[in-house]
């Protein structure tokens, strides 16, 4: 048994998608999320600066004692993973992988459809996995940088929301894609709006919640948690406002996070 947590991290509420899945999955395992509000997003950030983010970010969850680091950010899993994968003594995964083979299997006309931040898009790294797992597949892809502030700002499907929508899937959608990669975690909090544009016909793919199910995989009955103290289970960190966070977060839980919340300067990490 491995007692230790499950790390968690992403630029903001987004990666609670993540989180959601691994509570689901997993009702016994403890989980540290972190969330750099302050520093969100990271989508229009150099490489070199989410670089360094990722870094930051991976340092204090293992401040924290964590058996393992989910990256639950779509532009640190693309942009950076590859390049920091070896460096740390703990296992690391992220979500670009697991939601190109999801969206690899389930799609029936083998055209895909990919939006993300704009390093997500620019790094090519989900064509790169869609092509090994089905080099049949056509990809269609639209960087949406609105979407991260719209989600963080509260904005899941209001009137701004589906006109945004509306301007960045257009092309997506009359290239006649069955499947659509909501290449960012933050995304599936849009996924109402999405969905209602989209279609019925349209499989959204949820790379959170597929690299939750992924987890399946690696915790096993060697390193899996054997007690959990209810008020200990579950702690959330972030690098801007509690508040707000607390409120959205509880939201999309769908439980109270108050009191949970704690704010840190990730800039010491």
Do not use: W
């Not at 799609?107 to 090994?132: H, V």
């Not at 790379?207 to 948690?225: C, D, M, Q, S, W």
């Not at 960190?237 to 966070?245: A, C, E, L, P």
């Amino acid at each position: 048994m491995d007692n230790r947590k499950i790390g968690v991290f992403d630029s903001g509420l987004g990666g609670l998608t993540a989180v959601k899945e691994i509570m689901h999955l997993f009702p016994d395992e403890s989980i540290v999320y972190f969330g750099d509000t302050g520093r969100v997003p990271y989508g229009t950030r150099s490489k070199e600066t989410i670089l360094k983010y990722t870094h930051d970010d991976i340092n204090f969850l293992l401040s924290r004692d964590v058996k393992m680091i989910v990256i639950a950010c779509g532009t640190a899993s693309s942009a950076a993973l590859p390049e920091i994968k070896g460096e740390f003594d703990v296992p690391i995964y992220g979500v670009v992988d697991a939601g190109a083979y999801e969206a690899s299997r389930v799609t029936k006309n083998n055209k895909i459809g990919i939006i993300g931040t704009t390093a997500t898009i620019k790094s090519g790294a989900y064509n790169k996995y869609i092509s090994e797992y089905n080099p049949k597949s056509q990809t269609f892809e639209m960087a949406c940088p609105l979407f991260v502030p719209l989600v963080e700002n509260g904005h899941f499907n209001t009137p701004v929301t589906k006109l945004v929508v509306e301007e960045y899937l257009k092309d997506i959608r009359d290239a006649g894609v069955d499947t659509l990669i909501l290449g960012c975690t933050h995304y599936p909090l849009l996924k109402n709006a999405i969905a209602e544009y989209m279609g019925d016909d349209v499989t959204l793919i949820s790379p959170g919640e597929e690299v939750a199910k992924f987890l399946r995989k690696k915790i096993t009955p060697e390193n899996a948690h054997s007690s959990v103290r209810d008020d200990e289970q579950y702690s959330y960190y972030v690098s801007d406002s509690v508040s707000s966070f607390e409120e959205l977060g509880g939201i999309f839980l769908e439980t109270k996070i108050n009191g949970k919340v704690n704010k840190i300067d990730i800039e010491e990490y």
